[in-house]
């Protein structure tokens, strides 16, 4: 994939695989030995069969001092001791890819004349950054926090970046607060613990008497907090920004990404085994679809408010805290984000890009949003702190179109500007301001009075209703689990001042039910009737659950199947239906007792990809294990083996066996609420609880199965794929089946 911004960074580019000028250094003199720093010869002192000593020259065995005149040894480790440069302060740990933004229509041109919005023709590039935002650079991807989706336009009119988050609203109303939310949920200053959670005093104690945020906490502790994959994450641009259309009227909006396939979230216990298993799991996820021909792709909507209607809500449309119902605001779809290259080294690229909220096009502008207004000025000042003034400068950070101003020096400055003047005006005209009607960023004319003072709106001092509101949207099982998410945080809370505080001050406010099922769980003893809580509103939308972004059209692509296999297995039923689930854009493995050749009894012998303790459960989306007697007496003596089914189950993951691979699940998963195909029966397919089986499946079998995604009592592809394409099967753990079963 081609565009202006892999264009420009090409300039840059060195191909390491092509480039045969040999080592040199960074002056660009060939370096003859890299291996070796210069040295004297040793010699050493032998007495003498006469008195005194003598000097003899060794062989060169014997160290001798290095010299400081090595120039290339001196370079090679300057250049080493200087790689690092200070990592973000939040938002550290990142993973990025390169793709492209494009609208479908002009249909947003009633709200802004920005031809980055308004212009089909158009394909603009991106690069998007996803971030965890409490952890260090080396931390783990999927703790608990919430996600930076942060997205930056190489436009023609210059770059626009939209920082946002996987969470539409955000802890603080006020930029002020910035320092005192960051120090309360990052490691504590005593110990520099815990790394990357918020399960701690500091955290706890800071929003349990800070109560705006409230409704923030009821999202990241929901599913939203660990993401399956930054593939299956909604993005927003959290903060209320402007648009500006030709005639000069100004709306609202807020920018939202919906992912094609679907919001899907890991289960907290999965979370916690891949931060150890495998801590770079969603870096490796996004990269493995885009290159395995799976691009990430997001639809594009907006929100708008015309200036006009701006206080016409119970709430405040400029506070960061709370969102804007879509029942009052409609979404209105207008384009799509579409990432489709990896890239190509993280350092320069994804380490060194640089966002930043101000950063817009003429157009698009910014509203009174207090916590806009903080970032406008806190994101350029920490972008000069990690990379120096010069930073828009880097390839990564440089516009595709033209760049000219009077801006001069500063450390790493890589522009040279010919001419005799660097100021306006001047004589020659050089850099002269472009007016409006010709490009020129123009600030909105907007009417303001009133007095100084440090206060907040009257709706800004409403803090709870929106909570309640996500509470109520959520389904059975994700209330569930954040109900376990804040009692596991709140137990890792050794104070009991800040967990009692919690539980008796802030909770009831949402709801009662919630509060009094986290006391139970961590302490925090509530009277039977407060008098002194909000009263509850009771009102819900169903666009605020992960379920309603379901994708229209089933799909199971770049989902994970893990094989089970050992010697013996049915080779046919293997390549059926690995090719069929691959056909379906899945990507099977094959999980074997040893990485190399395993013989099937039947059909063609497979190579597997990774033993049995080379990888677990938690890094796949469904299990299948096909029929072979010998092969099934294998895994059923192997605990391992045991353990990845119950584990899968224990994660409501779907799970497909046929023949004797039945009798695998029925070991591993003794329940009598779990119906199972015979394993020595027909080919009628049986789905109990994400769990799908048949008797046999031979090449009768396959042909008459419909190779899509469906349910029915034959097809076992089909009926696999289907519940697959489901994510998990949440009856049961609703069902209680889960808690039944070790894993």
Not at 112 to 119: E, I, K, Q, R, Y
Not at 292 to 302: D, L, R, S, Y
Not at 553 to 571: C, E, H, Q, Y
Not at 595 to 609: I, L, T
């Given at each position: 994939m081609s565009s202006a911004k892999i264009a420009d960074l090409d300039r840059d580019t060195i191909d390491t695989t092509t480039a045969h000028s040999g080592l040199t250094t960074d002056f660009g003199a060939k370096v003859s030995n890299t291996d070796n720093w210069s040295v004297m010869l040793c010699y050493r002192l032998e007495t003498s069969t006469d008195s005194g000593f003598r000097l003899k020259a060794t062989d060169g065995s014997?160290?001798?001092?290095?010299?400081?005149?090595?120039?290339?040894?001196?370079?090679?480790?300057?250049?080493?001791?200087?790689e690092r440069i200070p990592e973000r302060v939040v938002h550290a740990r990142g993973s990025a890819a390169h793709g492209y933004f494009k609208v479908y229509d002009d249909s947003a041109?009633?709200?802004?004349?920005?031809?980055?919005?308004?212009?089909?023709?158009r394909t603009t590039p991106v690069f998007t950054r996803f971030s965890t935002v409490q952890g260090a650079r080396g931390s783990a991807d999927t703790v608990r926090d919430v996600r930076g989706f942060a997205v930056k336009m190489y436009t023609q009119e210059g770059n626009w970046d939209i920082v946002g988050n996987d969470i539409p609203v955000f802890f603080i109303q006020d930029a002020i607060k910035f320092p005192d939310i960051v120090h309360a949920v990052k490691p504590e200053p005593h110990n520099e613990v815990p790394q990357a959670q918020s399960a701690h005093n500091n955290f706890w104690d800071f929003v349990g008497l800070q109560p705006e945020s409230a409704h923030m906490i009821m999202w990241v502790m929901s599913d939203r907090g660990v993401p399956r994959s930054l593939r299956m994450m909604q993005g927003f641009g959290v903060n209320t920004y402007t648009l500006i259309n030709a005639k000069g009227e100004r709306h609202f909006v807020k920018f939202h990404f919906i992912p094609?396939?679907?919001?899907?979230?890991l289960m907290w216990d999965e979370a916690l085994k891949i931060s150890g298993q495998d801590p770079d799991f969603h870096r490796k996820d996004l990269n493995e679809a885009i290159?395995?021909?799976?691009?990430?792709?997001?639809?594009?909507?907006?929100q708008t408010i015309a200036e006009k209607d701006e206080h016409n809500f119970d709430f405040d449309i400029l506070d960061a805290t709370k969102i804007w119902p879509e029942e009052l605001v409609p979404l209105e779809t207008i384009g799509e984000l579409v990432l489709n290259r990896t890239v190509d080294e993280f350092f320069p690229e994804t380490e060194q890009v640089a966002f930043c909220t101000s950063h817009v096009v003429p157009g698009i502008g910014f509203s009174d949003d207090p916590l806009l207004q903080g970032r406008n000025f806190s994101y350029f000042d920490t972008q000069i702190t990690r990379l120096g003034i010069n930073f828009q400068q880097i390839p990564i950070n440089r516009p595709v179109c033209p760049v000219l101003n009077h801006q001069r020096g500063g450390q790493h400055n890589d522009r040279i500007h010919k001419g005799t003047v660097n100021y306006w005006p001047n004589r020659k005209n050089v850099g002269p301001p472009v007016h409006p009607e010709k490009g020129g960023y123009a600030e909105y004319a907007q009417k303001v009075q009133g007095l100084k003072q440090r206060v907040r709106g009257a709706k800004f001092q409403e803090h709870f209703d929106q909570a309640e509101f996500f509470l109520n949207s959520l389904a059975p099982h994700e209330k569930q689990h954040l109900i376990n998410a804040i009692s596991f945080e709140l137990s890792h809370c050794d104070d009991p001042v800040v967990y009692k505080t919690y539980v008796n001050n802030i909770l009831p406010n949402i709801s009662l039910d919630l509060a009094r099922a986290v006391s139970e769980q961590v302490g925090g003893a509530l009277p039977e009737n407060p008098s002194n809580v909000r009263k509850p509103h009771g009102k819900k939308s169903d666009r605020l659950s992960q379920l309603y972004y379901a994708p229209k059209?089933?799909?199971?692509?770049?989902?994970?199947?893990?094989?089970?296999?050992?010697?013996?297995?049915?080779?046919t039923e293997v390549q059926v239906v690995r090719k069929a689930l691959g056909g379906m854009g899945a990507t099977p493995f094959l999980?074997?007792?040893?990485?190399?050749?395993?013989?099937?009894?039947?059909?063609?012998?497979?190579?597997?990809?990774h033993h049995f303790e080379g990888q677990r459960s938690t890094l796949f989306d469904a299990l299948f294990i096909p029929s072979g007697a010998h092969s099934a007496k294998t895994l059923a003596t192997n605990g391992r083996t045991i353990h990845w089914v119950r584990e899968a189950f224990g994660h409501c993951k779907a799970i497909g066996a046929i023949g004797s691979g039945v009798s695998i699940v029925e070991h591993a998963v003794a329940l009598p609420e779990l119906k199972l195909a015979d394993p020595s029966g027909g080919d009628?397919?049986?789905?109990?609880?994400?769990?799908?089986?048949?008797?046999?499946?031979g090449i009768a079998s396959a042909a008459s199965d419909i190779i899509s995604i469906a349910t029915g009592p034959k097809g076992f592809i089909a009926n696999f794929a289907h519940e697959i394409s489901k994510h998990r099967c949440w009856d049961r753990e609703l069902d209680g089946l889960i808690s039944q079963v070790a894993f």
């Open positions: 014997t160290s001798g001092p290095s010299l400081l005149e090595d120039h290339i040894g001196r370079e090679k480790l300057h250049r080493f001791d200087h041109s009633k709200y802004t004349f920005a031809p980055v919005l308004t212009d089909p023709s094609e396939l679907g919001v899907h979230s290159e395995n021909g799976c691009p990430a792709k997001w639809t594009f909507a907006i059209t089933p799909t199971i692509a770049s989902r994970r199947i893990a094989i089970l296999v050992a010697d013996g297995f049915n080779g999980i074997g007792p040893r990485r190399g050749e395993v013989k099937a009894e039947s059909g063609p012998s497979v190579f597997v990809d009628d397919v049986v789905s109990s609880y994400g769990v799908v089986t048949t008797g046999k499946y």
